[in-house]
């Protein structure tokens, strides 16, 4: 698919536009009946890009006039934005999609919908299908931009309504979005991915890779900025592949560059880089650019290569470390994030270890681990794997030990130091009410007044624990 057919085009839109106008008016005439306005509620269990598209979903049903809800129980609609990464993400949607069963008996005219990449997949859609007759609207990943005519249909003609088709999936501009929050903003600068790592589904369920304008990313960021937001947050299943089959003149250093560049005060992020695509102009402009966060997530998945060639993840732990000794010789502060799973078939107890000599070395400030999940469809589900559960188990906690040891020295580092943090949010403890992020990412629960959310301060850390640092308000 060229790039230029990726776009769902502006007459498309237009017409969805029209669906919601026509929803808007029906829920105007239900509040001018009833004298409540409905309301919708939309519940996330994927990654960044998920929540991203459950942001859209937000802001789509407010414009067709539903008001948000506080919970699933009240709504008139509810929709479930599924992930299918791992079994767990899966079951725990079923069991809240049994769950609200309940509710639709007690309120039959609500409306529930489930979409995101669990259904997607053509075995998943039958089954909700089949299994869940109460459930109103399946939709897939790539019909995201058509909820208002399928919330619609269901509105006026009462049907259930499926739109799962396969598709490659195109991008769709200039969608509504309901943020949480300006302090932190999730920009999507590519979607899909077309790396077919062995073990896993988003290449099936978010079809190919296809990148946005630059012009749309820089006038959202400029967007975000004008807003007050603080921190964006760059996104994409493999941001290095951005602009890759386009003529775009930017690649995602160049982009990146190009958003360090905006004027205003605020911080840059991005997840998630491959690391056969993460090159050194990646980690040079991460050096230049002062906005740019000295942090990088960069999923490793496994230290051992003939693993990682099982995986088709196409480097080898000697080229991984040295893109880390790179970035660490380049900047000095910077802090590793990265995923790896455990007990990938026909890992052996030498292949783990090696794993475990590569979180030796490169001392990670934190590590998202993962048992190996079987994904349908993809071709490390029919490899043969004959290590027991509980062997799996055990690597798995040896590796959080390993890990949660490096952490805690990491943390125990930073006591007595200061530095810049961004106040986020509200925290759960009395002493230290805001939670907030240092710049390399780490959380800091800060003694400060949460009048100060939303603005960058500097913190006196005073505590430390493997997850968070603690901290005091200080001034410059
Ligand atoms: N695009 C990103 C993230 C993909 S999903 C990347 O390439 O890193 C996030 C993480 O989930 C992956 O990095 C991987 O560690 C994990 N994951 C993916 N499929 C999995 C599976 N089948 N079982 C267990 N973990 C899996
Ligand atoms: Fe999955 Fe690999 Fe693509 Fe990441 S790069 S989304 S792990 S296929
Ligand atoms: Fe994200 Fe899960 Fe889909 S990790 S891309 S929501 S399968």
């Given at each position: 698919?060229?790039?230029?057919?990726?776009?769902?085009?502006?007459?498309?839109?237009?017409?969805?536009?029209?669906?919601?106008?026509?929803?808007?008016?029906?829920?105007?005439?239900?509040?001018?009946?009833?004298?409540?306005?409905?309301?919708?509620?939309?519940?996330?269990?994927?990654?960044?890009?998920?929540?991203?598209?459950?942001?859209?979903?937000?802001?789509?049903?407010?414009?067709?006039?539903?008001?948000?809800?506080?919970?699933?129980?009240?709504?008139?609609?509810?929709?479930?934005?599924?992930?299918?990464?791992?079994?767990?993400?899966?079951?725990?949607?079923?069991?809240?999609?049994?769950?609200?069963?309940?509710?639709?008996?007690a309120r039959p005219d609500m409306i529930i919908g489930v979409g995101g990449c669990m259904t997607q997949q053509t075995a998943m859609a039958e089954k909700l299908k089949k299994s869940f007759p109460y459930v109103d609207i399946v939709f897939g990943t790539h019909a995201l931009w058509r909820l208002p005519e399928l919330i619609y249909q269901k509105l006026t003609f009462g049907r259930r309504v499926f739109d799962v088709e396969d598709e490659d999936g195109r991008i769709a501009e200039g969608l509504p979005v309901q943020r949480k929050d300006y302090i932190r903003g999730w920009v999507s600068v590519m979607y899909g991915c077309n790396n077919f790592c062995s073990y896993c589904i988003v290449p099936y369920v978010r079809g190919r890779e296809r990148s946005r304008r630059p012009e749309d990313i820089l006038n959202e960021v400029r967007g975000l900025i004008e807003k007050g937001c603080r921190e964006i947050n760059l996104l994409g299943q493999n941001v290095n592949s951005y602009g890759h089959g386009t003529d775009y003149a930017m690649d995602f250093p160049d982009l990146l560059r190009a958003v360090a560049q905006l004027p205003g005060d605020f911080i840059v992020r991005f997840m998630t880089s491959h690391p056969k695509d993460a090159t050194r102009k990646l980690i040079d402009t991460?050096?230049?650019?002062?906005?740019?966060?000295?942090?990088?997530?960069?999923?490793?998945?496994?230290?051992?290569?003939?693993?990682?060639?099982?995986?088709?993840?196409r480097y080898t732990a000697a080229q991984y470390l040295e893109l880390i000794d790179y970035a660490r010789a380049r900047i000095p502060n910077i802090a590793f994030t990265s995923d790896i799973i455990v007990g990938f078939p026909g890992e052996t107890l030498e292949d783990f270890e090696q794993t475990l000599a590569l979180v030796e070395r490169v001392r990670y400030h934190a590590l998202f681990t993962f048992l190996y999940s079987p994904r349908g469809g993809t071709p490390a589900a029919s490899m043969p794997d004959d290590t027991p559960h509980e062997e799996k188990q055990r690597r798995f906690e040896r590796l959080c030990q390993v890990q949660n040891a490096i952490s805690e020295q990491i943390h125990a580092a930073c006591v007595g130091q200061t530095c810049r943090v961004l106040c986020e949010s509200k925290s759960r403890f009395d002493a230290f009410p805001v939670a907030a992020r240092t710049d390399t990412g780490r959380v800091v629960y800060l003694a400060a007044d949460p009048k100060e959310i939303g603005t960058f301060c500097r913190a006196h850390i005073v505590r430390a624990s493997p997850w968070a640092l603690f901290g005091e308000k200080v001034e410059d």
């Open positions: 698919m060229k790039n230029q057919e990726v776009f769902v085009t502006p007459q498309e839109l237009a017409r969805q536009r029209e669906f919601t106008e026509r929803i808007a008016k029906l829920n105007d005439e239900y509040t001018a009946r009833y004298g409540r306005r409905r309301s919708a509620f939309v519940d996330c269990y994927g990654c960044q890009q998920n929540e991203a598209d459950a942001e859209c979903m937000r802001g789509m049903l407010r414009e067709m006039g539903y008001e948000p809800a506080k919970d699933e129980q009240d709504a008139d609609v509810v929709l479930l934005n599924t992930c299918a990464v791992r079994e767990h993400a899966e079951m725990r949607v079923l069991g809240n999609v049994g769950a609200l069963s309940h509710c639709k008996k991460m050096a230049d650019c002062e906005k740019i966060a000295p942090q990088l997530h960069l999923p490793v998945q496994s230290g051992s290569d003939r693993i990682l060639k099982e995986m088709n993840r």
